[in-house]
Each structure stands twice: as structure tokens, then as C-alpha cells.
């Protein structure tokens, strides 16, 4: 298959499997026992948090282990906001797992802010700047959209969050080793273990030094008494050796950019092809696509008869009825999202697979809007 889906999930990485299983088996040891099972998974854990850590320039004691990507934006959000006034500001594009909690958040005392985004799915900063001279409590905007892959003026945004006193959640899932990502400009990072080459049900959350964050999870006292529960040793493990990995590897998306671009020329012969996806400022892995008249999830079907991968967006809304969220906030209509489709490349992949997947695609295309014109010819 040619897998063209790394923003839902990437592969495990061969050599993070291998260090995972020590401790599926002989290596079981919890981390909180003092013999020495339980000293050598401790060692272990704390070895993979300085690895999380250096990969996006935080302490190692600013990072704690949680179940993923949503579980850290819950936190980060819930735990920060407790005990705090103001509003909460956000932006229409953001991933399910923030907006659900920040509209929960809402329906209790917290008014919501969204500031409003470009064409290309950028943050006005006029906007938030104007928005944080009022009482802001929290900011939660992504360093970089799953969907059509914007990346945001990150260091701009901490800034003016410092200045107002107001918290900066960042959900990096998606940036996270395919750019650089510098934990030292938000107060709250959120990170996900499965989108740099690890297991699925990794993630964290790093805390920059001082910032105030409440449980949610109380009881055995697990990362220093604000995230309680066993720890998942081999993830974590298998966490850290992804970081590393995608640490040294971060040169290798520059080639990943290329093979994007070449993907965009192929897909344009299909004509009536629109790019969402900025051609800068972007993750250089992602491409979101419209195809005039073709539905996209029956362009995704298409495509996997054909063994290519890829999706309509987000992973977490899969199936689901409505049209994107995120492409409706940059101003396409219900019929342009639903015709639009997700390309997102990774380190396996190679320019024949570039190649194949852009005339399978244009193909498909072509047949399927044939068809639709001999049923319209029909009707």
C-alpha cells in the first residue's frame, strides 16, 4: 500500500518496537517499586522523558507522560483554567480535542473567544491582540493544522500572550518533528507519541516551569503527584526513542517538502483541482486538495481499492456527517470541503509512489466525474 495518511497516524518505526519489547516482557518492572525490576524501569522512563524533552527545547522535569494527544489538551486546558478568571480564547480551526473541552469549559463560567483565521488558516494577531487588552485567562491555538497543515506565527502569539499575562496552550501534535517546535514560548505543549514513529497511546504534556496546572486523574501519586496511574513503560519508552529518532531525522522533511510539491504537480493535470493547503508557512509533509465535482470520501474509497492511503481529513472525525470544520472556516462552501481531500507524507515515502498515487488520483477523478456527468445527462 502506498500510505499517504501520516497525519492520522505514522508507522511504528522499526527500531522503537524493538525497544519497546524488553518491557512487554522480561523488563515488567513498575517504576515505583524500589528493587531493581522496578529501578530499571524508572530508569527507563526518565531516560524517554529527556528525550521528549530535548526534542522540543524544554527541561526534563517540564514533561508528564499522559495517554495521548487528547488526554494532554483536556489537561492542559481543564487543569490550567482551574481557578482562574477570564475568557478563554481559541480559533475555529482547532482539533476536536480542544474545542469540545473549551466548550465545556464555556457552559460553565468561562466565556470563549474565537479569533478569526485567513483564506489560509492563519490567526489574526490584530485580532488577538485586541482581544487580550480584555481579561484573558487562556489561549489555545495550534503551532500547526492536521487538516491543511498551516502553521502558525507561534513565537508572535507567545508574546503577546506573556505581555497580556494570559496562558498559551499549544497543541503540537501535528508539528512535532516534522518542524521545530520550542516549548520555551508556551506555557502548556501538547504532544502525541503516534505522529513522530511511536505507540498509539503515548502522548504528554509539558508544563513550563511555574505554571500552575490541577489534576485530573488523583491517587498513586504517578509524575510527581499530578498525573496518578501506573506508567506505561514500554510506551513511554517507545515515545522517547521516537523523539530521538525524529530529532535527528528533521533535515529529512526538507526531501518530504519536495516530494509534496511534486504531488501538487501531478494532482493539478486533473484540472478544476483547488489547493486549501498554503504553499508556504505550511507542514512540509501536508497537502489538502478540492476536486470540482468529486466527492471526497468516495475519492478515498476509490483510492484504497487501488491500495494509496489517504484521507478526507481529520482521523478523529472520520465518517462523520458534517463537512470540515476547518476548511469551512477558511471560507469554502459545504459542497467545496466535502470535495476536498488530505494528502500526508512521510519518511518512508518515495517519488515512484509520489508519482503512481498522482495518476491513480487523476484517473479516478476523471472517471467519477464522467460518471456523474452521464447521470446528470440521465436525469
Same mark, same amino acid.
Given at each position: 500500500?502506498? +500510505?499517504?495518511? +501520516?497525519?492520522?497516524?505514522?508507522?511504528?518505526?522499526?527500531? /522503537?518496537?524493538?525497544?519497546?519489547?524488553?518491557?512487554?516482557?522480561?523488563?515488567?518492572?513498575?517504576?515505583?517499586?524500589?528493587?531493581?525490576?522496578?529501578?530499571?524501569?524508572?530508569?527507563?522512563?526518565?531516560?524517554?522523558?529527556?528525550?521528549? !524533552?530535548?526534542?522540543?527545547?524544554?527541561?526534563?522535569?517540564?514533561?508528564?507522560?499522559?495517554?495521548?494527544?487528547?488526554?494532554?489538551?483536556?489537561?492542559?486546558?481543564?487543569?490550567?483554567?482551574?481557578?482562574?478568571?477570564?475568557?478563554?480564547?481559541?480559533?475555529?480551526?482547532?482539533?476536536?480535542?480542544?474545542?469540545?473541552?473549551?466548550?465545556?469549559?464555556?457552559?460553565?463560567? @468561562?466565556?470563549?473567544?474565537?479569533?478569526?483565521?485567513?483564506?489560509?488558516?492563519?490567526?489574526?494577531?490584530?485580532?488577538?491582540?485586541?482581544?487580550?487588552?480584555?481579561?484573558? !485567562?487562556?489561549?489555545?491555538?495550534?503551532?500547526?493544522?492536521?487538516?491543511?497543515?498551516?502553521?502558525?506565527?507561534?513565537?508572535?502569539?507567545?508574546?503577546?500572550?506573556?505581555?497580556?499575562?494570559?496562558?498559551?496552550?499549544?497543541?503540537?501534535?501535528?508539528?512535532?518533528?516534522?518542524?521545530?517546535?520550542?516549548?520555551?514560548?508556551?506555557?502548556?505543549?501538547?504532544?502525541?507519541? @503516534?505522529?513522530?514513529?511511536?505507540?498509539?497511546?503515548?502522548?504528554?504534556?509539558?508544563?513550563?516551569?511555574?505554571?500552575?496546572?490541577?489534576?485530573?486523574?488523583?491517587?498513586?501519586?504517578?509524575?510527581?503527584?499530578?498525573?496518578?496511574?501506573?506508567?506505561?513503560?514500554?510506551?513511554?519508552?517507545?515515545?522517547?526513542?521516537?523523539?530521538?529518532?525524529?530529532?535527528?531525522?528533521?533535515?529529512?522533511?526538507?526531501?518530504?517538502?519536495?516530494?509534496?510539491?511534486?504531488?501538487?504537480?501531478?494532482?493539478?493535470?486533473?484540472?478544476?483541482?483547488?489547493?486549501?493547503?498554503?504553499?508556504?508557512?505550511?507542514?512540509?509533509?501536508?497537502?489538502?486538495?478540492?476536486?470540482?465535482?468529486?466527492?471526497?470520501?468516495?475519492?478515498?474509497?476509490?483510492?484504497?481499492?487501488?491500495?494509496?492511503?489517504?484521507?478526507?481529513?481529520?482521523?478523529?472525525?472520520?465518517?462523520?456527517?458534517?463537512?470540515? @470544520?476547518?476548511?469551512?472556516?477558511?471560507?469554502?462552501?459545504?459542497?467545496?470541503?466535502?470535495?476536498?481531500?488530505?494528502?500526508?507524507?512521510?519518511?518512508?515515502?518515495?517519488?515512484?509512489?509520489?508519482?503512481?498515487?498522482?495518476?491513480?488520483?487523476?484517473?479516478?477523478?476523471?472517471?467519477?466525474?464522467? /460518471?456523474?456527468?452521464?447521470?446528470?445527462?440521465?436525469?
Amino acid at each position: 500500500m502506498i +500510505y499517504l495518511d +501520516y497525519n492520522a497516524t505514522a508507522p511504528l518505526r522499526a527500531e /522503537v518496537r524493538e525497544a519497546m519489547l524488553p518491557f512487554l516482557g522480561a523488563e515488567f518492572g513498575n517504576p515505583s517499586s524500589v528493587h531493581r525490576l522496578g529501578s530499571r524501569a524508572r530508569v527507563a522512563v526518565e531516560q524517554a522523558r529527556a528525550e521528549v !524533552a530535548e526534542l522540543v527545547g524544554a527541561q526534563a522535569n517540564e514533561v508528564f507522560f499522559t495517554s495521548g494527544g487528547t488526554e494532554s489538551n483536556t489537561w492542559g486546558l481543564v487543569g490550567s483554567i482551574a481557578g482562574r478568571d477570564g475568557a478563554i480564547v481559541t480559533s475555529p480551526i482547532e482539533h476536536s480535542s480542544v474545542l469540545e473541552p473549551v466548550a465545556a469549559l464555556g457552559r460553565r463560567d @468561562h466565556a470563549i473567544h474565537e479569533i478569526g483565521v485567513d483564506r489560509e488558516g492563519r490567526v489574526d494577531l490584530r485580532e488577538l491582540a485586541d482581544r487580550l487588552r480584555h481579561r484573558v !485567562a487562556l489561549v489555545s491555538i495550534a503551532w500547526a493544522n492536521n487538516e491543511i497543515g498551516t502553521v502558525q506565527a507561534m513565537h508572535e502569539i507567545g508574546e503577546l500572550c506573556r505581555s497580556a499575562g494570559a496562558l498559551l496552550h499549544v497543541d503540537a501534535v501535528q508539528a512535532c518533528g516534522k518542524i521545530p517546535v520550542a516549548a520555551g514560548v508556551v506555557d502548556l505543549l501538547s504532544l502525541s507519541a @503516534h505522529k513522530v514513529g511511536g505507540p498509539k497511546g503515548m502522548g504528554a504534556l509539558v508544563v513550563r516551569r511555574g505554571t500552575k496546572i490541577e489534576p485530573l486523574f488523583r491517587g498513586g501519586g504517578q509524575e510527581r503527584g499530578v498525573r496518578s496511574g501506573t506508567e506505561n513503560v514500554a510506551g513511554i519508552v517507545g515515545f522517547g526513542v521516537a523523539c530521538r529518532l525524529a530529532n535527528t531525522n528533521l533535515g529529512a522533511y526538507r526531501r518530504v517538502s519536495e516530494l509534496r510539491e511534486l504531488l501538487w504537480q501531478g494532482l493539478a493535470a486533473a484540472n478544476g483541482v483547488v489547493r486549501n493547503s498554503p504553499s508556504a508557512g505550511c507542514l512540509p509533509n501536508t497537502l489538502n486538495v478540492g476536486f470540482s465535482g468529486v466527492n471526497g470520501e468516495a475519492l478515498v474509497a476509490a483510492l484504497d481499492l487501488e491500495d494509496i492511503a489517504i484521507s478526507t481529513g481529520s482521523a478523529c472525525a472520520a465518517g462523520a456527517a458534517q463537512a470540515s @470544520h476547518v476548511l469551512l472556516a477558511l471560507g469554502l462552501d459545504e459542497e467545496q470541503a466535502r470535495d476536498s481531500v488530505r494528502f500526508s507524507l512521510g519518511w518512508g515515502t518515495t517519488a515512484a509512489e509520489i508519482e503512481r498515487a498522482a495518476a491513480v488520483c487523476v484517473a479516478a477523478v476523471k472517471r467519477m466525474r464522467a /460518471v456523474r456527468r452521464a447521470e446528470v445527462a440521465c436525469a
